[in-house]
């Protein structure tokens, strides 16, 4: 996109490319002839300027940390992809049921960098003069958005289920010879379940309000099943 101080210099320009030859039909000078060729030739570079930076990241612009200024998304994917992969390869989720921390990297539950939305969110970006004049100052940090794979969290999340869940065991009295009384009590134990469900809209949440590189931690609502 052409900035606006850019099309008021073409508009300048373009009046006075109009205007000069006039002054040399009437005049009969050489330098008015040249002085608007000038004009017309310093169109054509601002015109190619415009057509070369189109679609590029504005100058200063970066990505998870990466520059990517004056790159087109496509030329900056293969080498951001690298460190989006590492991002969800390191980024720490610690699901937490009854005190107990189970820990896992963001890949393992199917979070991923959405990169459309963050190349397209950092061009947009680029279009805002106050951006333009900042990334240019002292770079620009755009920001980077996260989906969730439904698929891939729900099996996570069925293998967590095996890990925590837990089925409520009776009560139990055994004839012991052995002992004063000749019974042995066992006293049950309630069972515990996660609400996977509950579990995973949390998880897309916080997905939602994720800051690159940010760690955090979800609340499971564990369930009790009584004896």
């Not at 620009?140 to 069925?158: E, G, H, K, Q």
């Amino acid at each position: 996109m052409i900035k606006r101080s850019t099309l008021w210099t073409k508009g300048i320009l373009l009046a006075l490319a109009l205007a000069l030859p006039l002054g040399l039909a009437a005049c009969g000078g050489d330098d008015e002839k040249d002085k608007a060729e000038e004009a017309g030739d310093l169109l054509e570079e601002l015109d190619a300027d415009a057509s070369l930076n189109a679609g590029k990241f504005v100058e200063g612009m970066r990505s998870a940390g990466v520059e990517v200024g004056k790159m087109t998304p496509q030329d900056a994917q293969p080498m951001l992809s690298q460190t989006f992969a590492q991002l969800e390869a390191n980024l720490p989720v610690t699901i937490q049921v009854d005190g107990e921390n189970k820990c896992f990297s963001a890949s393992q539950l199917g979070i991923s960098v959405e990169q459309t939305r963050t190349f397209n969110e950092a061009q947009a970006l680029g279009e805002n003069k106050s951006v333009q004049e900042q990334a240019k100052a002292s770079g620009y940090d755009a920001t980077v958005y996260y989906t969730v794979n439904p698929s891939t969290l729900n099996t996570a999340l069925v293998s967590l289920e095996s890990e925590i869940n837990t089925e409520a065991v009776e009560p139990q009295v055994e004839f012991d010879p052995g002992s004063s009384d000749r019974f042995h009590f066992t006293p049950g134990q309630d069972g515990k379940t996660v609400d996977t469900v509950v579990l995973s809209a949390s998880i897309e949440q916080a997905v939602a309000n994720l800051t690159a590189g940010q760690a955090f931690t979800v609340q499971a609502a564990g369930r009790t099943t009584p004896t």
